[in-house]
């Protein structure tokens, strides 16, 4: 069970009947105040992909990554009375990149909320892919603008069966395939314990928070803020007040003064060790 009142307080959401217009409100309501963040990773925090344990770690007011906010979202979507299912999906990171679901994402749809547009009813629903969709996207395939971005939804070359979302060119990776199927949480505990502490992953070797709003997308990467939208602007935040005040400001992020202490001589030595080799943040 979850804490579903203290849930939809941190949204700031009250509860209704399912509807389209209430699947809309709880998507864009999470992906503006629940960060897509790797806090616990860099805390030496080890975390489960369990979406209860999620769940409660957003009533406390933090966020997490695909398989925390995805997986909790699905736990509040059935007990609101959505009908939820989950799905195996894998994010493409880059051209070189191989495509096709390798269980790096987890990802939600929902049906039984037919519109004019929509007769099917089905919706992918998605928390949790950081800088890409703000409201959910019809299961047909096409091209939908959202904000300064485009998205399109198209089946799946990798995944015969499935759905690929092709990330918008300025987003952080290319695209998204997931399978038709339905999974269960157990399918991404592998993957998990190698995204939180596999040196070679991205969430280790680079701290990063993303909150998406319905104009664009903030980003912090090691110590570089950038908001990406309509226009774009990048900050480097060099120093300790700076940082955690944007943390706070831009992403309701409040990590604790012991928090503070472990989290900043890291960001110091990840920004140098940039400086120095020029890797990509």
Known sequence: MIDVDGYLRRL??????????????????????????????????????????????????????????????????????????????????????????????????????????????????????????????????????????????????????????DHDPRGSFVGMDFRKAPTEMSAFESEHVRLSTSPESGFVRVFSIQRRDATGVDVARGLVLTRIGHDSTSTTLDRETDYFAALADVFDLHPTAEERAILWPQLTVSHEKWLATSYDL
């Open 12 to 165: 700031r959401l009250s509860a209704g009947k399912p509807s389209v217009d209430g699947l809309f409100a709880l998507q864009q309501a999470h992906v503006e105040r629940v960060p897509y963040e790797t806090l616990p990773i860099w805390l030496g925090r080890p975390t489960s992909v369990d979406p209860a344990e999620s769940a409660a770690r957003i009533v406390a007011g933090r966020g997490g990554y695909c398989f925390h906010l995805n997986g909790a979202l699905s736990e509040l979507l059935s007990a609101l009375g959505y009908s939820v299912t989950r799905h195996f999906g894998g994010v493409q990171g880059s051209a070189a990149d191989s495509a096709g679901a390798r269980g790096n994402h987890l990802v939600l749809t929902v049906d039984g909320l037919p519109t004019d547009e929509n007769p099917s009813g089905e919706w992918l629903v998605d928390a949790g892919l950081g800088d890409a969709i703000h409201s959910p996207i019809p299961l047909i395939e096409g091209v939908y603008d959202q904000g300064p971005f485009t998205y399109r939804l198209r089946p799946s070359e990798a995944e015969p069966g499935g759905w690929r979302l």
